[in-house]
T-cell receptor, first 110, second 112 residues
Framework: GQQVMQIPQYQHVQEGEDFTTYCNSS?????IQWYKQRPGGHPVFLIQ?????EVKKQKRLTFQFGEAKKNSSLHITATQTTDVGTYFC??????????FGAGTQVVVTP | ETGVTQTPRHLVMGMTNKKSLKCEQH?????MYWYKQSAKKPLELMFV???????ENNSVPSRFSPECPNSSHLFLHLHTLQPEDSALYLC???????????FGPGTRLTVL
């Protein structure tokens, strides 16, 4: 499978600040997906990137796929308490099977 | 969100019990999955069904037995589980490759 590594594992953010979480692979990925899991909840699909260098935005969230398709990032601006949760990147194969990263657990302090 | 539903939401069972987890998707997807989420471990894929055919059994012990009677329903039959099988079991569906997966709320399983 296409293994993905995520950093950092934990992220403490002051409300209003920006932060970035990164996803890296030693092999070229066909796609990258991002999910958010709130505490006590289940993963929720956020977005999928498939093209080299692709950038997509969802309000305060900016997703990027590297030129070599070996890394991806999620940048959140002006963090809010509603951003609390664990953010996972994952790569899907042709069956839709997901290889998940370990996730970045985000804690927001007011 | 009610696209993917799972029952029961919580389950406590002894090691000699037999129980089943149920998943239903209302999204018209053609693939369904079982994932296991343990504390401090990444989400682990257990089983994949595409068009009701199992396409992967990810080295899962035989005490877990999946069943997919149609494209909308997925079951996970459990028997003689071990305490280390305690985890959150998540069902998901998707339209195959190049599309996101939609997860159910999960079943929190505790094996005593």
């Amino acid at each position: 499978g296409q293994q993905v590594m995520q950093i950092p594992q934990y992220q403490h953010v002051q409300e209003g600040e920006d932060f970035t979480t990164y996803c890296n692979s030693s092999t070229t990925l066909s796609n990258i997906q991002w999910y958010k899991q709130r505490p006590g909840g289940h993963p929720v699909f956020l977005i999928q990137l498939v093209k080299s260098g692709e950038v997509k935005k969802q309000k305060r969230l900016t997703f990027q796929f590297g030129e070599a398709k070996k890394n991806s990032s999620l940048h959140i601006t002006a963090t809010q308490t509603t951003d609390v949760g664990t953010y996972f990147c994952a790569s899907a194969d042709s069956w839709g099977k997901l290889q998940f990263g370990a996730g970045t657990q985000v804690v927001v302090t007011p | 969100e009610t696209g993917v539903t799972q029952t029961p939401r919580h389950l406590v069972m002894g090691m000699t019990n037999k129980k089943s987890l149920k998943c239903e998707q209302h999204l018209g997807h053609n693939a369904m999955y079982w994932y296991k989420q343990s504390a401090k471990k990444p989400l682990e894929l257990m089983f994949v069904y595409s068009l009701e055919e199992r396409v992967e059994n990810n080295s899962v012990p035989s005490r877990f037995s999946p069943e997919c009677p149609n494209s909308s329903h997925l079951f996970l039959h459990l028997h003689t589980l071990q305490p280390e099988d305690s985890a959150l079991y998540l069902c998901a569906s998707s339209q195959g490759d190049r599309s996101g997966s939609f997860f159910g709320p999960g079943t929190r399983l505790t094996v005593l």
